[in-house]
């Protein structure tokens, strides 16, 4: 089930707030929890979620042109505010890998729906990516395959981890799924 809500600040900043709630069972642990702040420019809306990646405050910045990706390659015909918000809900959990491929520094992020080719910027606060594109699993090529593989075994992998945490400590808190 997943809930949302959308807020305009007095300031004029859209922020979206999505609750995913993976268990009834487990209601009060399994919430994945989603604060996104929305730009909309010309271009198109900028998604900006603040989180933690390997323990580090990273900034993911969804560009126009990702969403529209997604969308395409996934066959939704959805838009806006909408389509934010089933690719939060299809997508809650993901896995940022570094490659090197013929000299060249690739970073892709792992998806349940498929994944995003990044860009990573360094500041003295945050590790930020942009998500520049999107591509399903049937998209990719040969040589990137490995890759993947390796990377969804590290995204199941840490969910395997946290579910045998949660039955270990039944007392842990809610978690957001989106933190690796």
Known sequence: MCL???ITTKRKNNWLLV??????????RDIC?????IQDTKAGKFVLIRQLTEGVPSLMIYTPHFFRRYAERVGIDLQGIPLIIEFIKMNDTFYIKKRI???????TATFNEGVAFC???DDCHHRCYIM???ISYD???????PGFIESELCRFKADMEYEQELKANP???WHNSLLY
């Open 4 to 6: 949302h809500s959308l």
């Open 139 to 145: 998209m990719r090529k040969e040589d990137q395959e």
């Open 19 to 28: 609750w995913n709630i993976k268990s009834k069972k487990d209601i009060a």
């Open 101 to 107: 491929i013929q000299e060249k520094e690739e970073l």
């Open 171 to 173: 007392d842990l808190p």
């Open 119 to 121: 860009k990573e910027i």
């Open 132 to 134: 520049k594109t999107f």
């Open 33 to 37: 929890t989603h604060g996104s702040c």
